[in-house]
């Protein structure tokens, strides 16, 4: 059903895929992401500048921490009864966000560069 | 163009322009079909199986390269009417040059390809085709869609190939003895 030609067609585009897969994500997050409080801007940090893992002590009555390291910020410890702010895990792409409701306390990642708009096909 | 004379006593070229004209609309109702598929969660925005591609592939091998560009001119202008300015153009450009393509790979002497390669190249020069245009309407950017353009543009490729294995005979049928 395959002919040896097709195989070799198909092949090389697969592993010039696999390749861009492979380049494009390992390209440093270039994000900025904004922390805010009760709908206040607190904090921006630079996620490409981060060399080490840094924790920043927001405090608050639910002492929340929040893990900044290279390319990506999460939140490390809330005393919320939840915990979805620390259960949804390290922000690292331009959109992503994570809230902590108790305390009103967010951190979003907002792209450096203008980001797709949309698709179409 | 024709090899065997009609039952229905009408020339070739009339029996060839319903052929052509008979091929437009079945590329036509397939692209109405796939419009009305819903997204797959799987797939990413844009991903699309190409099912009229199936019947430029075939024009492109049995009625020759005009017939089968004319299809897919026909074919960039409906999806104008029904999907608007941007829409027209992607599949004018994608539709153009696959049928090209798929065409030229027919006609090296040698006939490296099977109806897969085919169908695989057919969809990867659709993909070029409109990625180029997406990233002149828009954003360079569309670059890093290109690896998912590819994979999936060789997923729909092997399909176009095997479904137009199943339906060759049935529009070779038609063609000859309609």
């Known amino acids: 059903m395959f002919k040896k030609q097709d195989i070799f067609l198909i092949i090389p585009f697969l592993l010039i895929a696999a390749a861009l897969l492979i380049w494009f994500g390992s390209k440093p997050n270039s994000g900025i992401a904004v922390v805010e409080k009760n709908g206040a801007e607190l904090y921006r940090f630079d996620l490409s500048q981060q060399t080490s893992a840094q924790e920043i002590d927001v405090g608050g009555s639910y002492h929340v921490k929040l893990l900044l390291e290279p390319g990506a910020i999460s939140f490390e410890h809330s005393d919320c009864r939840d915990q979805i702010c620390v259960r949804t895990g390290k922000l690292t792409k331009p959109g992503q966000a994570a809230v902590c409701l108790p305390a009103k306390i967010s951190i979003k990642i907002v792209g450096k560069n203008k980001d797709f708009d949309g698709y179409t096909g | ?178």
């Open chain 2, 1 to 178: 163009m024709m090899n065997h004379p009609s039952h229905l006593n009408i020339s070739p070229q009339t029996h060839g322009i319903a052929f052509n004209g008979l091929l437009a609309a079945l590329a036509l109702v397939l692209s109405a079909v796939e419009m009305m598929l819903p997204p797959l969660p799987l797939l990413p925005p844009g991903a699309k199986l190409g099912l009229s591609n199936i019947v430029t592939m075939y024009a492109a091998g049995a009625v020759g390269l005009w017939p089968a560009l004319c299809i897919a001119v026909i074919k960039g202008l409906f999806s104008g009417i029904t999907r608007g300015f941007t829409a027209m153009l992607m599949s004018l450009s994608g539709g153009i040059l696959s049928t090209s393509v798929m065409w030229l790979l027919l006609h090296i002497k040698s006939r490296p390809f099977g109806l897969i390669g085919l169908g695989v190249a057919g969809a990867l020069s659709h993909n070029a085709a409109q990625l180029f245009i997406a990233a002149l309407l828009t954003t360079p950017a569309v670059v890093y869609y290109i690896p998912w353009l590819i994979i999936f543009g060789i997923l729909a490729g092997i399909l176009t190939g095997l479904v137009l294995r199943i339906i060759m005979p049935l529009l070779d049928q038609l063609k000859y003895n309609g």
